[in-house]
């Protein structure tokens, strides 16, 4: 396989998740019919606002700026970040479990916590680095460390993935 052609497929896979997550997301509460007795969903003990007895941390408020779907790749990997209001998921491909939580202030700083069902902490809770309307960087506390993301955006890819520096 040629690398134009490995670059296509993983443009292809890529955009496939962030439409997926992007829904996921979206359904997951907020707006919509207020009288309609909402679903049973894993994100209501993800998603809380207040401070859980795990540990999970709240938000003071949603960030305009975090806003969107994001993209990097790690060790080969596609990752997908998605942040609406104060809600976000994130999608590794090559894992069966999504993770979600929360983004947005915390303690005068950006941060996103997250929470995943199988257990993996390599993405609980990052800083905000930097933010701006083409890129992300987040220092996650877990082993990943530092990660730049691309905004995607109108549902398009970014021309070009970002990866994680080699140190």
Known sequence: ??????????ATVAAGLVGALAALTACSGGGGDKT?????????????????????RAVTGASAKLQG?????????????????????????????????????DSGMQMIHLTCPDGNKDRGTGMVDSVDGKGMTVKW????GEETYTKAEGGKLPSTLPTKPKH
């Open 1 to 10: 396989m040629t690398s134009a052609t490995a670059r296509v497929r993983t």
């Open 141 to 144: 506390s877990g082993k990943i």
């Open 69 to 105: 779907s994001w993209i990097a790749t790690s060790g080969g990997k596609i990752v997908a970040l998605v942040i609406t209001g104060k809600k976000a998921g994130l999608f590794v491909t090559g894992r069966k479990a999504w993770c979600q939580g929360v983004a947005g202030k």
């Open 36 to 56: 309609a007795s909402p679903s049973p969903t894993p994100s209501a003990t993800a998603t809380s606002a207040a401070p859980s007895a795990s540990g999970s």
